[in-house]
């Protein structure tokens, strides 16, 4: 498995934090560097350990988990934390987050017009 660096330095800027979703598994990641251990909890499944890395990341590339998969972090006092670079929270700020594949979306406008701001073009 690529360390958490390895991971965010072949990914892009914008999803260096949330979940990156690849071909037939995705790779989930903390930044927690007062934790010596952090736990993923997927929606029924059991637990895995993160692998942490020296540089305070958390981090592992978990197969046949992809969009739609909820889960959450577990800190080792218990407590079930949801993803803070979470792109969607389906049962609230609270519950847990819910694996979001970006790229999968196919963004096109169609008929967009721009339309002046008048003036010098500052709101």
Do not use: C
Not at 6 to 28: C, K, W, Y
Not at 104 to 118: C, F, H, K, N, P
Request: charged share 20%; hydrophobic share 40%; no cysteine.
């Amino acid at each position: 498995m690529p360390l958490a660096s390895e991971v965010a330095a072949t990914d892009t800027l914008a999803d260096s934090f949330a979940p990156i979703v690849r071909q037939g598994a995705t790779v989930f990641r903390l930044w927690a560097p007062l934790q010596d251990k952090v736990l993923l909890r997927i929606h029924g499944a059991e637990p895995v350990e993160l692998n942490r890395t020296s540089d305070g990341w958390h981090s592992r590339e978990v197969a046949g988990i992809g969009p739609g998969a909820l889960y959450q972090f577990v800190l080792p006092d218990g407590l079930a934390v949801p993803d803070p670079a979470s792109k969607f929270q389906p049962q609230d700020v609270h519950g847990p987050s819910e694996v979001v594949d970006l790229g999968a979306y196919s963004w096109e406008v169609q008929g967009l017009e721009r339309t002046s701001l008048g003036g010098d073009g500052h709101l």
